[in-house]
């Protein structure tokens, strides 16, 4: 369209996202300020007050599912970081990775395992827990990057490791319809797994060390497994039995949740960490529901394309409302999609729930200059993972 046709709401947008950019250490403020301008100019462009007042109502009320389901699982796994940190089982893993950078490699590796069944901020978080440990000097911004990468990418071929593909799986496309996707994933992995290591070599380097003298505390470990199994079991269950009931309430939040609470009398949680992370939720929250708020009636033509650019998109605009609208239209090649979307995400920091979730743990990273600058590698991975699998 033309620019004297750009609807409002993406100028606000825009500048919602320039706002996070430039003062990323109020992202929240500026996400609340965008999302306010633009649930106000919703209200008075309507007729009437009441029918613009309706209209947002409306809007909430068939999003409160996804927006409610995305802060349970923030928070809690928030917790389940906590509660894996204080188990010391992440001080046992040091020595027991290759040195130098292909150390680094490895426990990316292991991220991507676990994003393929684990929800990626699941795999995300686990992974931040690791290097803290791994990496005792500092895990920099670019291997944050990679972090989120391998949780992003680990989910992409998966109808269980991400809400795109899972999305995909409700709609009738098949589980192994989708694992093509991992062409991609693999292809880009080989490129930033290896430049974010060694990135990260440089500037910090992994410390293997010895054996942890701290005991680990199996039954905290157990409440984690606990937790990240329900949650699995959680999600399976309802796909495959009950998809029609998954736009009813938020099943996964609130499977997470009801295991948190069944553990706690083994093992309390640190509830303190819920301050810090609710900043991190609250933000992508909002900026989940002001990306919902756009104008948008139907996406491109697909073509190879508009799906490189659609992944491109999903780096600043929610993908899961991206996928619905591609799934209503039909006609894209599925596994290359949910590549293009699960791992477009990876490119900026709250591009993703799994960057976002990252970035509790490492609140300074969250400037979108510092996250392009460190992490260039991440765009050129996605476009080698995409090409990749459209000549494949």
């Known amino acids: 369209m033309s620019i004297q046709d750009v609807p409002l709401e993406y100028v606000i947008f825009s500048m919602t996202l ?7 250490h109020r992202a929240l403020g500026a996400a609340l300020l965008g999302l306010t301008v633009t649930t106000t100019l919703v209200i008075v462009s309507a007729p009437t007050i009441v029918e613009g007042t309706n209209e947002i109502v409306g809007h909430l009320a068939d999003e409160w599912v996804i927006l409610t389901n995305l802060l349970l699982l923030l928070l809690g796994f928030a917790i389940v970081s906590n509660q894996f940190e204080r188990s010391h089982l992440p001080e046992t893993v040091p020595p027991r990775l290759p040195g130098g950078w292909v150390g680094g490699v490895v426990l990316l590796g292991i991220v991507f395992f676990l994003s393929s069944f684990l929800d990626n901020i699941a795999g995300a978080i686990i992974g931040g827990v690791i290097a803290r440990h791994v990496f005792p000097q500092g895990v920099t911004i670019a291997f944050q990057a990679g972090i989120v990468s391998a949780a992003n990418a680990g989910g992409a071929g998966s109808v269980i490791g991400d809400t795109t593909t899972t999305m995909m799986w409700i709609s009738g496309i098949g589980a192994i319809e989708l694992l093509p996707a991992f062409i991609g994933a693999f292809a880009a992995f080989a490129v930033f797994a290896p430049f974010a ?45 009950f998809p029609d009931h998954e736009d009813l309430m938020p099943v996964l939040g609130m499977a997470l949740w009801a295991a948190v609470v069944a553990t706690t009398p083994l093992r309390a949680p640190d509830w303190r960490v819920l301050g810090e992370a609710a900043k991190g939720a609250g933000f992508l929250v909002v900026l989940v529901a002001l990306a919902s708020l756009m104008p948008v009636d139907r996406l491109p033509e697909p073509t190879v394309a508009s799906t490189l650019g659609l992944g491109f998109l999903s780096a600043v605009f929610d993908n899961i409302p991206l996928t619905a609208l591609a799934l209503n239209q039909g006609g894209y090649d599925w596994p290359l999609l949910a590549y293009a979307v699960g791992f477009g995400g990876s490119m900026v920091w709250f591009g993703s729930s799994a960057g976002v979730a990252l970035t509790n743990l490492f609140p300074d990273s969250r400037s979108v200059v510092q996250w392009i600058r460190f992490g260039w590698f991440v765009p050129i991975s996605y476009v080698v993972g995409f090409f990749a699998m459209v000549l494949i």
Do not use: C, E, M
């Not at 320039?18 to 990323?24: N, S």
């Not at 290591?197 to 497994?225: C, E, F, M, N, Y």
């Open 18 to 24: 320039l706002g996070v950019a430039v003062f990323h």
């Open 197 to 241: 290591a060694i990135s990260q070599q440089r500037r910090s380097p992994i410390s293997r060390g010895s054996a942890s003298s701290h005991k680990v505390d199996w039954v905290r470990a157990s409440t984690v497994l606990f937790i990240l199994g329900t949650v699995v079991g959680a999600n399976v269950i309802a796909n495959a039995y």
